[in-house]
Structures are given as structure tokens and as C-alpha cells.
């Protein structure tokens, strides 16, 4: 609406009565609004206290079953008219009571309760309120009550209109005689504008009245006059000023365009110096995959070493666990090195068999680590039954589901986290499977669901400080499987969760796979609160091919066994039972059963958590149990514990299984292995000694081509590291092909990095073939077998667990609280070094709570982490894993500067039972050496001592030993303990001073 007024006087008061009206109209509003908000509290506060009351007096006859009690006390509701209807639900949610003020509501009433609070409807308040007693809710309260908001709504605005046109009137009055102060000077000046204009008088002046802004418009009116006297003139002047404006215009045009064609040729030199620095980028990724790859091959190897020994079943799981850990871990680093190979275009994808439970089993002991103790479920539902093998990149397919499962436990704090595996089409050759990673977490919002597949991109930016992450690993997810001929997507809605999702068509081969008679058709019972994790544990049982059944309670399982010992039925084979459930937890129902069904064939029984295990093995009653699984279980691991406890009950196990041929691959190979690690170096030449092969080690390019010019002859095959100090293993390998007697010696290249760059210049340099760090063990041995055409070995060992070979006797150790001994005697085939060791742990570690202690009281938390770091690697060498446990616990608490009082004191206690126990050790081996001892003979013990003292004196380890070993036949071992101790420690000093105490104990006169 164009409102047209000519007069000052009259905009005034429009703008001024418009301002009020504006005014007093949101003043109603918001008066309106509060007493509308108050009203509607107020009765939402009567109804929900009237819920609570019908609740506390509903209480006591739901939980006996009364809806007697529960109508009379609704039936009282008829004293408030204003009370429609009323119910009371179960926890079940089904209708218990009942009220209806009016037959034709009683249709009103709801069939089920809906979630807790209350609602405004037309004309109507409804409420619905959970009935609770001590934590448990035992129904549920329904109210339905009568508003009529149109006639309370009418009075009010009748009231706000009579306020708002009394407060208009009064305002326009008082305006009509204020305004003139202000519309008076203005139309003064107005005309005698109009008079300039007419009459093209520039002397006119305008009469100034008043010393506010309109005094100041007529002094601004009359300096205007005064300069358009002089107008012309300098109109004349701003002519002549355009004019030399445009000549320096043009000149500055000119230097410009002289500024630009510079420019442009240093734009061109800094391309050059662009692609320069891509190139040296592409070098700076090379040498960090070097050193990033390094100490990952140091891992791998000694996890490698370990998975060889001869470990229990437990143990051996354990070390598999760390190498796929492990091998997960180097596929995560690789990230940046794979989008850099993205980016070049340059990203392949292996195509080979892998079976699909070993990715999910890997995905399972990584990602079961990842959710701690969340409080959430990390479910990994069985794979379809495809027919056969995939075709395809197993680790590219791993790396996928890490990241995509990482992610959903990261922004999920509590509820689910499922994996889930679809068949979608299969023919002869090709299966499309859909994989689906779904979360409970914080969700995304659409907005920005196209964009979180982008390079660095993340739902918002608030997530890299919460959450941390740059968004690279979907990047990469989204190019793997474009690259493997698939597609990828989200499903999300903030709050409520994600499901990222891809689908790739695999290749496929047929097999077929037995199980043992044992193990073919098994009855499985799981007892679960959760119906999620319920249901999974039956699907993977199901896939295996047992016939699963399920309960919901540890009472229920109870009830379920009873039923088929009653019945005469076939019993379970298995009880998975989830340790926290509500009543009756897994642990109270695995003794119940175990007390009450008492058969010659108990049942398996297997706990299932999916935190806290270690708090769960220290239970009193876990002696009940069987074995224990980690959530997420999947068909690979259940299938592998209930085989190793059938094989512990003596149903896959018998002698033979304790003897087992193995093959020394490359027997007799002199193998030349150059590194500048020293770690890299001990693992090779431990694994290769492992298979046979002789070794020698050299530290880098030049080093080797000294040894080898030295030794021409000596060696069958180089392993040669690339990247190395001094000399290179391009420009060693260079060197060695210079000379005739090395042409054909076979050279394999080790390297750290995954350029193909870096291949190609391994075959320039002369290289025969490639293996990558950390190498997988298969590929280097047949690698070497290849260039060496050597043959394997076959060789017997003996498997038996709990005995060590000492000089041809078998021995067993008991009572050794604190030790691992079986454990330790795995490893550690020669009895007397070990007890060597022990001694020296027991000397070296003797007050190391007390000295960690000190550190800290010193806020020196740098040396008190290192000192338990270096307890924690010693013990756990030794096998004193309690030892080993409190001191890493300890670790991690200096890590982050707390307080370790408590910790310290049970590491003290371990300790303290270590000490005892190798004090006890010490003794069983001078009973078992007792015959073979001779008395202490301090004439015959002189001279040796005498010797040792000298040797000492030279710090000449070479000739200690030997003494010491001379006199363990003359003196008893517990007095050179602590001397052997002293020396493998280097300190002569100590060795010394206790060997002058034990010619003064002996009462030798020592020679000056």
C-alpha cells in the first residue's frame, strides 16, 4: 500500500502512531503468549501430579496383578469433571484398568501406551506416565482432560483490543500539539527553497530557529547557496585537473602491461618449480614408507617368530590375533601412501582366493578392541553361504570394512554397531555381495551426505575436534571399491543413526569343506538380554550348521536345560551364556547348571562378553566355564573354541597329536642379509635360521660388498635392504654385478616401500626379484628356494606341552606361583640359562617399586614410564606375566602423570611372589644337580678365585665364564648366583666385591 502525504506534520504522526500500534501489538503478543504458556504448565503440572498420584496407587496392584484396585482408584477420577478418560497399562503395555467419564469416549482410550509426556490436542490434554518402583517400570498411567482454549482465547483478545485502541486514541491527541516543534522550522526552509528555485536567487538565506539537527539543515542550506556563487570557476578548473588525469591514466596502462608479461614469466618458472617440489614429494613418500614400514616389519617378523614356537592354544590364538592386528595396522598406514596413489592413478587390486570369515575374523579381534567399553553391541552378522572362495583384494576389502566399522564406533556412543553381508545375485562365475556397516550414532544430515565421501571431509567441523580424523578413509573406501567394480552409499538421519553400505561383485570357486563327525551337528543354547546380539549368536550357529535355540535370562536357560533332562531329550552340546545379563548373570547360571544337571557328558559352557574380560577371568566361579569368547563372536572363532575345548576333553586329542613333521624349506643356505636395522636384521636371521638356513649379517651396501669380496665363495643368496646409510642397496647391488664371480649370485631386494617406482629400480639396479617389508614369510621362502633351487627338509619335533630338555633329562616344574614355567620352557631350552636370567631379573629388579616410587615424587614421570617399560619387556620375556601385567599398567598410568600408588603395591606383591618362587627354583635345581656336585673345598676353590679376581680386574668377560663354570663344581650355585648375575650386567666393580665376600666366607687368604 503507496500511502501519498505532502505535509510533514502529517508523516509524523503516521510514523509515530504506526510505531506505537507495532509496540503495543508485540507487548500483547508476548503477554499472550506467556499467559497462554502459564495456563497450559500449569495444567500439565495439575495432570501430571494427579499421573504420578494414580501411579504410587497403582503400583502395589500391578505388581500383584490386581486391576480391581487399579479400577477403584481410576473411579475416583469422577470428582474432576474435566477428566475425559484414564487407564493404566502393563509394562507389557497391555490395558489393565480403565476410566470413561462418557460412553461414546470410551473409544478414546489408546490400545497400547505411547511414549512418556503429555500432548495438547484440540480441545483435549492427553498424558501418558511411566509407573516405576526402585528403578523398574511396572506400567504405565494414561489421562485424557477437556480444554477449551477458543473460549479462553476470546475474552483475552478482547480485552488486548480495548487496551490497544484506548493507548492508540490518548497517543494522537497528545502527538497533534508535539509535533508542530518539529514540522514549523521545517516547512520555513521548505519555502524559501521554492523561492531559490523560482526565482534563481542564490543570495536568499534561510532563517535559522533553532539550534537542534534542523538548525543545522539551514546552516547546511545557506553554505550550499553560498557555493554554487562559485560554481562556474571551478568548474573550469575540474576540467583542466580531468585532463591531466587521463595522460597519467594512460602511462600507468603502460607500466602495467609491462608488469604483467613479467609476471608471466615468472609464472612460468614457478610451474617449473611446482613440478620440481611434486617430485620430490613423490621422494619424501618413498623415504617416510621406508621408515614407517620399517618397525612395522620388526612386528610382523617377531609375531611371526612367535606364532612358530610350540605355544598352547590360548597363547597361539593370541599371537595370531597380533599379526592380523598387525597386518590390519600396515594397511592403516598405508592410507596416506594409497590416496597418493589415488591421486596418481596408480592404485591396483589384487586378484586372488581368500575366504570371507577371515576378513570378518580380523575385523572382529580389531574392532572388539576399538569399542573398549562402550556401551554399545558390536555385532557381526554371518556371511551368506556363497558356494565356494572368493576371487578378489582381501586387504583392500578389510580395509573398507575398518574403516567404514571404525567410523560407526566412533560416533557411537551408546546402542549397536552392525555389520550384516547380503548375497545379492550369484551365477556360475559371479557373486554380488552388499555390505552394510549400520550405527546407532549421532547420524548426518543430508546436506552434507554428498559431500562426506570427499577428500579431508567430515560431517562438520566440530567433529575434528570431538572425534578427531580427516575424513580420508572414506575417501580411499569410495575409490577401492569403484576400483573393484562396485558402488557405495549412506543412509543417515541425524540422531538416529547411519547405515554406510557397499556392494561388489566377486569372482567365485568352488569348494567344499567337511567338518569333524564331532563337530558336524551340535544342540546350542544362547542366553542373552539383548535380542540383537541373541539373534546374531543363533545366525552364526545356524551357519555353521548347529541347531541353535534362545532365552532371554539366565533363569530361562536354567529352565530350558531342566526341561530337556526331564523330558529325556538330547541335551545341549553348548551353552553360550552372556556374562552381564539382569537377575541371574552368566556366571550364577553356569554354576547353577553345573550343580543341578550333573551328566556324564556336561555341556560346553562358553561366556560371551563384550568388555571387561580380563575383570570376568578374575571371578571366583570361573572354573565353570569352559571358554571364553569376545563380542563380536563370529562362526570362525565359535566354531574354533568349541573345537579346542572338545579337543582339551580328550575328544580331538590323543598322543600322536604331540609329534608333527615339519620342513627346514631352505636347509643348508647361506643367506647374506643386509640391513641398517637391527631389529629387521635379528628378525630375518631368526626366521631364516627357523627354516635351516645359515646367516650372515652386514649392516649396510659397502659393509656387504667387503664381506662378500672377502668371502667370494661363502654365500648362496644376498637379502639386501634398499634404503641404507654409507651405501644403498641399488648402488651395493650396482657394484656386486660389476664383477664376473658375482654376475649369477641371486640378489632379492627388501624394501619397506610400495612404489612401483622403487620395483622397477630394483630390476634396473640388477636385482632377480622384490619383496616387500614387512614380507610375508611364504613369499620369501619360496623366493629363496627359487633363486637357490634348494629342496625342504623334513624334520620331527615334539609338541608336548609342560617339559623342557636339559641335558637330556625331562623335568617338570610345579608350584612356582608367579611363573609361567610351561611357557617359559617353550622357549627358553636350556634350564640353566633361564635360571641365569631369573637370578639376574631378581638382582637387577630387586627395588624397582621403591625407585619408581622416587621418580615420582620427583614428578619425573619420563624415567619412571621407562623404567617400567623396561620391568614390563624383562618379565614378560621370562614369563612372569603378572609381573608383566602391573608393570604396563603402571606404563600406561605414568603415561598420562597418575597417581600409581595402588598399582605399585600390587606389583610389589607380584614381585614378592617372583622372588620366593625363583628362590624356590633355585633350590629344585641344586636338588636335581645335587649328585653331580662336589662339597665346597676351599683349597681347590683358591687358585680359581684368585684367577677370577684378576680377570675381573681386566674386565675380561671371555675369561670369567669360564672360571665361574670351573667353580660351580666346587661352590655351592646359590653363592655364584649372584656373581653370574653381576657379570652378564657388566658390572665387574660388584662381581669383584662379591667375590672377595666369598673368599672371606670360604676363609681363603687371598695373595697380595
Same mark, same amino acid.
Given at each position: 500500500?503507496?500511502?501519498?502525504?505532502?505535509?510533514?506534520?502529517?508523516?509524523?504522526?503516521?510514523?509515530?502512531?504506526?510505531?506505537?500500534?507495532?509496540?503495543?501489538?508485540?507487548?500483547?503478543?508476548?503477554?499472550?503468549?506467556?499467559?497462554?504458556?502459564?495456563?497450559?504448565?500449569?495444567?500439565?503440572?495439575?495432570?501430571? %501430579?494427579?499421573?504420578?498420584?494414580?501411579?504410587?496407587?497403582?503400583?502395589?496392584?500391578l505388581?500383584?496383578?490386581?486391576?480391581?484396585?487399579? &479400577?477403584e482408584?481410576l473411579?475416583?477420577?469422577?470428582?474432576? +469433571?474435566?477428566?475425559?478418560?484414564?487407564?493404566?497399562?502393563?509394562?507389557?503395555?497391555?490395558?489393565?484398568?480403565?476410566?470413561?467419564?462418557?460412553?461414546?469416549?470410551? %473409544?478414546?482410550?489408546?490400545?497400547?501406551?505411547?511414549?512418556?509426556?503429555?500432548?495438547?490436542g484440540t480441545?483435549?490434554l492427553?498424558?501418558?506416565?511411566?509407573?516405576?518402583?526402585?528403578?523398574?517400570?511396572?506400567?504405565?498411567?494414561?489421562?485424557?482432560?477437556?480444554?477449551?482454549?477458543?473460549?479462553?482465547?476470546?475474552?483475552?483478545?478482547?480485552?488486548?483490543?480495548?487496551?490497544?485502541?484506548?493507548?492508540?486514541?490518548?497517543?494522537?491527541?497528545?502527538?497533534?500539539?508535539?509535533?508542530?516543534?518539529?514540522?514549523?522550522? $521545517?516547512?520555513?526552509?521548505?519555502?524559501?527553497?521554492?523561492?531559490?528555485?523560482?526565482?534563481?536567487?542564490?543570495?536568499?538565506?534561510?532563517?535559522?530557529?533553532?539550534?537542534?539537527?534542523?538548525?543545522?539543515?539551514?546552516?547546511?542550506?545557506?553554505?550550499?547557496l553560498?557555493?554554487?556563487?562559485?560554481?562556474? #570557476?571551478?568548474? *573550469?578548473?575540474?576540467?583542466?585537473?580531468?585532463r591531466?588525469?587521463?595522460?597519467?591514466?594512460?602511462?600507468?596502462?603502460?607500466?602495467?602491461?609491462?608488469?604483467?608479461?613479467?609476471?608471466?614469466?615468472?609464472?612460468?618458472?614457478r610451474?617449473?618449480?611446482?613440478?620440481?617440489?611434486?617430485?620430490a614429494?613423490?621422494?619424501?613418500?618413498?623415504?617416510?614408507?621406508?621408515?614407517?614400514?620399517? +618397525?612395522?616389519?620388526?612386528?610382523?617378523?617377531?609375531?611371526?617368530?612367535l606364532?612358530?614356537?610350540?605355544?598352547?592354544a590360548?597363547?597361539?590364538?593370541?599371537?595370531?590375533?597380533?599379526?592380523?592386528?598387525? /597386518?590390519?595396522?600396515?594397511?592403516?598406514?598405508?592410507?596416506?601412501?594409497?590416496?597418493?596413489?589415488?591421486?596418481?592413478? /596408480?592404485?591396483?587390486?589384487?586378484?586372488?582366493?581368500?575366504?570371507?570369515?577371515d576378513?570378518?575374523?580380523?575385523?572382529?579381534?580389531?574392532?572388539?578392541?576399538?569399542?573398549?567399553?562402550?556401551d554399545?553391541?558390536?555385532? @557381526?552378522?554371518?556371511?551368506?553361504?556363497?558356494?565356494?572362495?572368493?576371487?578378489?583384494? #582381501?586387504?583392500?576389502?578389510?580395509?573398507?570394512?575398518?574403516?567404514?566399522?571404525?567410523?560407526?564406533?566412533?560416533f557411537?556412543?551408546?546402542?549397536?554397531v552392525?555389520?550384516?553381508?547380503?548375497?545379492?545375485?550369484?551365477?556360475d562365475? %559371479?557373486?554380488?555381495?552388499?555390505?552394510?556397516?549400520r550405527?546407532?550414532?549421532?547420524g548426518?544430515?543430508?546436506?552434507?551426505?554428498?559431500?562426506?565421501?570427499?577428500?579431508?571431509?567430515?560431517?562438520?567441523?566440530?567433529?575434528?575436534?570431538?572425534?578427531?580424523?580427516?575424513?580420508?578413509?572414506?575417501?580411499?573406501?569410495?575409490?577401492?571399491?569403484?576400483?573393484?567394480?562396485?558402488?557405495?552409499?549412506?543412509?543417515?538421519?541425524?540422531?538416529r543413526?547411519?547405515?554406510?553400505?557397499?556392494?561388489?561383485?566377486? =569372482?567365485?570357486?568352488?569348494?567344499?569343506?567337511?567338518?569333524?563327525?564331532?563337530?558336524?551337528?551340535?544342540?546350542?543354547?544362547?542366553?542373552?538380554?539383548?535380542?540383537? !546380539?541373541?539373534?546374531?549368536?543363533?545366525?552364526?550357529?545356524?551357519?555353521?550348521?548347529?541347531?541353535?535355540s534362545?532365552?532371554?535370562?539366565?533363569?530361562?536357560?536354567?529352565?530350558?536345560?531342566?526341561?530337556?533332562?526331564?523330558?529325556?531329550?538330547?541335551?545341549?552340546?553348548?551353552?553360550l551364556?552372556?556374562?552381564?545379563?539382569?537377575?541371574?548373570?552368566?556366571?550364577?547360571?553356569?554354576?547353577?547348571?553345573?550343580?543341578?544337571?550333573?551328566? =556324564?557328558?556336561?555341556p560346553i559352557?562358553?561366556?560371551?562378553?563384550?568388555?571387561?574380560r580380563?575383570?570376568m577371568?578374575?571371578?571366583?566361579?570361573?572354573?565353570?566355564?569352559?571358554?571364553?569368547l *569376545?563380542?563380536?563372536?563370529?562362526?570362525s572363532?565359535?566354531?574354533?573354541?568349541?573345537?579346542?575345548?572338545?579337543?582339551?576333553?580328550?575328544?580331538?586329542?590323543?598322543?600322536?597329536?604331540?609329534?608333527a613333521?615339519?620342513?627346514?624349506? @631352505? +636347509?643348508?643356505?647361506?643367506?647374506?642379509?643386509?640391513?641398517? *636395522?637391527d631389529?629387521?636384521?635379528?628378525?630375518?636371521?631368526?626366521?631364516?635360521?627357523?627354516?635351516?638356513?645359515?646367516?650372515?649379517?652386514?649392516?649396510?651396501?659397502k659393509?656387504?660388498?667387503?664381506?662378500?669380496?672377502?668371502?667370494?665363495?661363502?654365500?648362496?643368496?644376498?637379502?639386501?635392504?634398499?634404503?641404507?646409510?654409507?651405501?644403498?642397496?641399488?648402488?651395493?647391488?650396482?657394484?656386486?654385478?660389476?664383477?664376473?664371480?658375482?654376475?649369477?649370485?641371486?640378489?632379492?631386494?627388501?624394501?619397506?616401500?610400495?612404489?612401483?617406482?622403487?620395483?622397477?629400480?630394483?630390476?634396473? #639396479?640388477?636385482?632377480?626379484?622384490?619383496?616387500?617389508?614387512?614380507?610375508?614369510?611364504?613369499?620369501?621362502?619360496e623366493? $629363496?628356494?627359487?633363486?637357490?633351487?634348494c629342496?625342504?627338509?623334513?624334520?620331527?619335533?615334539?609338541?608336548?606341552?609342560?617339559?623342557?630338555?636339559?641335558?637330556?633329562?625331562?623335568?617338570?616344574?610345579?608350584?612356582?606361583p608367579?611363573?609361567?614355567?610351561?611357557?617359559?620352557?617353550?622357549?627358553?631350552?636350556?634350564?640353566?640359562?633361564?635360571?641365569?636370567?631369573?637370578?639376574?631379573?631378581?638382582?637387577?629388579?630387586?627395588?624397582?617399586?621403591?625407585?619408581? /616410587?622416587?621418580?615420582q615424587?620427583? &614428578?619425573?614421570?619420563?624415567?619412571?614410564?621407562?623404567? !617400567?617399560?623396561?620391568?614390563?619387556?624383562?618379565?614378560?620375556?621370562?614369563?612372569?606375566?603378572?609381573?608383566?601385567?602391573?608393570?604396563?599398567?603402571?606404563?600406561?598410568?605414568?603415561?598420562?602423570?597418575?597417581?600409581? *600408588?595402588?598399582?605399585?603395591?600390587?606389583?610389589?606383591?607380584?614381585?614378592?611372589?617372583?622372588?620366593?618362587?625363583?628362590?624356590?627354583?633355585?633350590?629344585?635345581?641344586?636338588?636335581?644337580?645335587?649328585?653331580?656336585?662336589?662339597?665346597?673345598?676351599?683349597? /681347590?676353590?683358591?687358585?680359581?678365585? =684368585?684367577?677370577?679376581?684378576?680377570?675381573?680386574?681386566?674386565?675380561?668377560?671371555?675369561?670369567?665364564?669360564?672360571?665361574?663354570?670351573?667353580?660351580?663344581?666346587?661352590?655351592?650355585?646359590?653363592?655364584?648366583?649372584?656373581?653370574?648375575?653381576?657379570?652378564?650386567?657388566?658390572?665387574?666393580?660388584?662381581?669383584?666385591?662379591?667375590?672377595?665376600?666369598?673368599?672371606?666366607s670360604?676363609?681363603?687368604?687371598?695373595?697380595?
Amino acid at each position: 500500500m503507496n500511502i501519498r502525504l505532502r505535509s510533514v506534520r502529517h508523516k509524523l504522526l503516521l510514523v509515530v502512531l504506526v510505531t506505537n500500534f507495532c509496540a503495543l501489538v508485540a507487548a500483547g503478543g508476548a503477554l499472550l503468549y506467556h499467559d497462554l504458556m502459564e495456563d497450559r504448565n500449569k495444567m500439565a503440572g495439575v495432570l501430571t %501430579t494427579m499421573a504420578n498420584i494414580l501411579g504410587q496407587g497403582s503400583a502395589t496392584a500391578l505388581e500383584f496383578d490386581d486391576p480391581r484396585v487399579a &479400577n477403584e482408584s481410576l473411579a475416583l477420577l469422577r470428582a474432576d +469433571p474435566n477428566i475425559i478418560t484414564a487407564a493404566i497399562y502393563t509394562a507389557r503395555g497391555t490395558l489393565f484398568a480403565q476410566y470413561v467419564r462418557d460412553q461414546e469416549h470410551k %473409544t478414546d482410550i489408546p490400545i497400547a501406551p505411547a511414549r512418556e509426556g503429555f500432548h495438547f490436542g484440540t480441545g483435549e490434554l492427553t498424558m501418558f506416565k511411566r509407573i516405576t518402583k526402585a528403578g523398574v517400570v511396572l506400567g504405565t498411567v494414561y489421562l485424557k482432560q477437556g480444554y477449551d482454549l477458543s473460549q479462553w482465547m476470546g475474552d483475552y483478545l478482547i480485552i488486548l483490543g480495548a487496551v490497544l485502541l484506548a493507548s492508540l486514541a490518548i497517543g494522537a491527541a497528545v502527538l497533534s500539539r508535539l509535533q508542530r516543534w518539529i514540522s514549523g522550522p $521545517i516547512e520555513a526552509i521548505s519555502r524559501v527553497a521554492l523561492q531559490v528555485m523560482q526565482q534563481r536567487n542564490y543570495h536568499l538565506r534561510a532563517d535559522k530557529s533553532t539550534q537542534d539537527e534542523i538548525g543545522q539543515l539551514a546552516d547546511a542550506f545557506n553554505g550550499m547557496l553560498h557555493t554554487l556563487e562559485h560554481e562556474i #570557476a571551478e568548474r *573550469s578548473a575540474a576540467e583542466h585537473e580531468v585532463r591531466t588525469l587521463n595522460a597519467e591514466l594512460e602511462q600507468r596502462v603502460t607500466e602495467r602491461t609491462t608488469e604483467l608479461q613479467i609476471a608471466n614469466q615468472t609464472l612460468l618458472a614457478r610451474t617449473g618449480e611446482a613440478e620440481a617440489a611434486n617430485r620430490a614429494k613423490a621422494d619424501f613418500l618413498a623415504n617416510m614408507s621406508h621408515e614407517i614400514r620399517t +618397525p612395522m616389519n620388526g612386528i610382523l617378523g617377531l609375531a611371526y617368530l612367535l606364532d612358530q614356537k610350540h605355544l598352547d592354544a590360548d597363547a597361539s590364538e593370541l599371537v595370531k590375533k597380533i599379526r592380523n592386528a598387525g /597386518r590390519s595396522l600396515q594397511a592403516i598406514i598405508n592410507d596416506i601412501l594409497d590416496f597418493s596413489k589415488i591421486e596418481a592413478g /596408480r592404485m591396483e587390486i589384487e586378484h586372488a582366493t581368500f575366504a570371507l570369515t577371515d576378513v570378518l575374523d580380523n575385523l572382529a579381534s580389531i574392532m572388539g578392541a576399538n569399542a573398549g567399553d562402550k556401551d554399545l553391541e558390536l555385532i @557381526i552378522a554371518p556371511p551368506p553361504s556363497v558356494g565356494g572362495q572368493l576371487l578378489g583384494d #582381501a586387504l583392500r576389502l578389510e580395509q573398507i570394512l575398518i574403516n567404514l566399522t571404525g567410523n560407526a564406533i566412533k560416533f557411537t556412543d551408546h546402542g549397536m554397531v552392525r555389520v550384516a553381508i547380503n548375497l545379492l545375485a550369484r551365477d556360475d562365475k %559371479t557373486a554380488t555381495l552388499r555390505f552394510s556397516v549400520r550405527d546407532t550414532g549421532i547420524g548426518i544430515p543430508l546436506e552434507k551426505q554428498a559431500q562426506i565421501f570427499s577428500a579431508f571431509s567430515q560431517a562438520d567441523t566440530s567433529t575434528t575436534r570431538r572425534f578427531g580424523g580427516t575424513g580420508l578413509g572414506l575417501t580411499i573406501s569410495r575409490h577401492l571399491v569403484t576400483r573393484m567394480g562396485g558402488e557405495i552409499g549412506v543412509i543417515s538421519e541425524p540422531g538416529r543413526g547411519s547405515e554406510f553400505w557397499f556392494t561388489i561383485p566377486f =569372482e567365485w570357486i568352488a569348494a567344499t569343506e567337511y567338518a569333524p563327525v564331532g563337530l558336524a551337528r551340535l544342540n546350542i543354547l544362547v542366553a542373552d538380554d539383548s535380542e540383537i !546380539a541373541r539373534e546374531n549368536l543363533a545366525l552364526t550357529a545356524l551357519s555353521i550348521g548347529w541347531t541353535p535355540s534362545k532365552v532371554e535370562s539366565g533363569l530361562a536357560a536354567i529352565q530350558a536345560v531342566r526341561t530337556k533332562v526331564e523330558n529325556n531329550r538330547l541335551a545341549y552340546d553348548v551353552l553360550l551364556l552372556d556374562w552381564k545379563m539382569p537377575e541371574m548373570d552368566g556366571l550364577a547360571t553356569a554354576k547353577v547348571i553345573r550343580s543341578s544337571f550333573k551328566t =556324564e557328558s556336561s555341556p560346553i559352557v562358553l561366556m560371551v562378553t563384550a568388555f571387561s574380560r580380563d575383570e570376568m577371568l578374575k571371578q571366583p566361579d570361573i572354573d565353570l566355564v569352559d571358554g571364553v569368547l *569376545s563380542k563380536p563372536v563370529t562362526s570362525s572363532n565359535l566354531y574354533n573354541c568349541v573345537a579346542e575345548v572338545l579337543r582339551r576333553r580328550g575328544h580331538a586329542h590323543n598322543v600322536a597329536s604331540q609329534l608333527a613333521y615339519t620342513n627346514k624349506r @631352505i +636347509p643348508g643356505v647361506r643367506v647374506l642379509v643386509v640391513d641398517d *636395522s637391527d631389529i629387521n636384521r635379528e628378525v630375518a636371521q631368526r626366521i631364516l635360521q627357523a627354516d635351516g638356513a645359515l646367516v650372515t649379517l652386514a649392516n649396510d651396501g659397502k659393509a656387504a660388498i667387503d664381506w662378500l669380496y672377502a668371502n667370494p665363495q661363502a654365500i648362496d643368496v644376498v637379502l639386501m635392504d634398499v634404503q641404507m646409510p654409507v651405501m644403498d642397496g641399488y648402488e651395493a647391488t650396482r657394484e656386486i654385478r660389476k664383477s664376473a664371480q658375482f654376475a649369477n649370485l641371486p640378489v632379492v631386494a627388501l624394501t619397506a616401500g610400495a612404489f612401483k617406482a622403487q620395483q622397477n629400480a630394483a630390476q634396473l #639396479a640388477g636385482m632377480n626379484t622384490f619383496v616387500a617389508k614387512p614380507f610375508n614369510v611364504e613369499e620369501l621362502m619360496e623366493a $629363496i628356494q627359487r633363486l637357490t633351487h634348494c629342496k625342504p627338509e623334513p624334520v620331527l619335533i615334539d609338541n608336548s606341552v609342560g617339559t623342557a630338555n636339559v641335558k637330556g633329562n625331562r623335568l617338570v616344574f610345579t608350584n612356582l606361583p608367579g611363573i609361567a614355567i610351561t611357557k617359559a620352557l617353550q622357549v627358553w631350552k636350556d634350564i640353566n640359562d633361564y635360571q641365569n636370567f631369573l637370578n639376574k631379573f631378581a638382582v637387577d629388579y630387586a627395588d624397582c617399586t621403591a625407585e619408581i /616410587r622416587a621418580f615420582q615424587a620427583e &614428578n619425573n614421570q619420563l624415567a619412571a614410564q621407562a623404567l !617400567a617399560h623396561k620391568l614390563k619387556g624383562a618379565a614378560g620375556n621370562l614369563a612372569l606375566t603378572e609381573v608383566a601385567q602391573f608393570a604396563s599398567e603402571i606404563e600406561a598410568i605414568t603415561v598420562i602423570a597418575g597417581d600409581a *600408588s595402588e598399582p605399585l603395591g600390587r606389583l610389589q606383591t607380584a614381585l614378592n611372589t617372583v622372588f620366593t618362587s625363583i628362590a624356590r627354583f633355585n633350590l629344585t635345581q641344586d636338588v636335581q644337580s645335587a649328585p653331580q656336585l662336589i662339597a665346597t673345598d676351599p683349597a /681347590r676353590a683358591a687358585p680359581l678365585l =684368585e684367577e677370577l679376581l684378576h680377570a675381573l680386574d681386566r674386565d675380561n668377560p671371555d675369561k670369567v665364564k669360564p672360571l665361574l663354570d670351573a667353580l660351580a663344581q666346587m661352590v655351592s650355585t646359590v653363592d655364584l648366583t649372584s656373581l653370574h648375575a653381576c657379570v652378564d650386567d657388566f658390572d665387574f666393580r660388584g662381581a669383584e666385591t662379591l667375590t672377595r665376600r666369598l673368599i672371606s666366607s670360604l676363609r681363603i687368604n687371598p695373595k697380595e
